[in-house]
């Protein structure tokens, strides 16, 4: 499982970076966001190892066990929201508007990627 660690060699060392693996494309941007608000100094490593202590915590006390690293990297996320909402330097109505920019653009990704690949039956029946 990443770490805060992880980030932190991350930080200092492309090739630490480029041998993180993901279990999924989301988690991979949560990391890279993290990374890029510490880089920018936006809040502190230690602050967000902190935050992510305490999102897992919450967690935890709602008798949601952390046993796979989909539910680590929503920790992971919330703790990233935490630390960016109380970030003067982001308003949380610009970061609203960024993340419908961001869903609309997915969303117009989808249609297009639909519309020229269009789903299809995962198993055909013949006579059916």
């Known amino acids: 499982m990443n770490s805060p660690e992880m980030l932190k060699d991350a930080l200092n060392d492309a090739q630490a970076l480029r041998s993180i693996v993901f279990p999924n494309p989301w988690a991979a941007r949560a990391f890279g966001l993290t990374l890029a608000a510490v880089e920018k100094n936006l809040f502190s490593l230690q ?3 902190h935050a992510l202590i305490e999102r897992i915590a919450e967690s935890e006390s709602r008798g949601e066990s952390i046993t796979d690293e989909e539910r680590y990297y929503s920790c992971w996320v919330d703790a990233l929201t ?8 982001i308003s949380l109505a610009s970061r609203d508007e ?3 920019k961001i869903r609309e653009y997915t969303h117009q990704a989808h249609l297009h990627q639909e519309a020229h690949f269009p789903p299809r039956p995962l198993l055909i029946v013949e006579g059916k």
């Open 47 to 49: 602050a967000f190892q």
């Open 82 to 89: 935490v630390l960016l909402d109380g970030t003067p330097q």
């Open 98 to 100: 960024e993340e419908r």
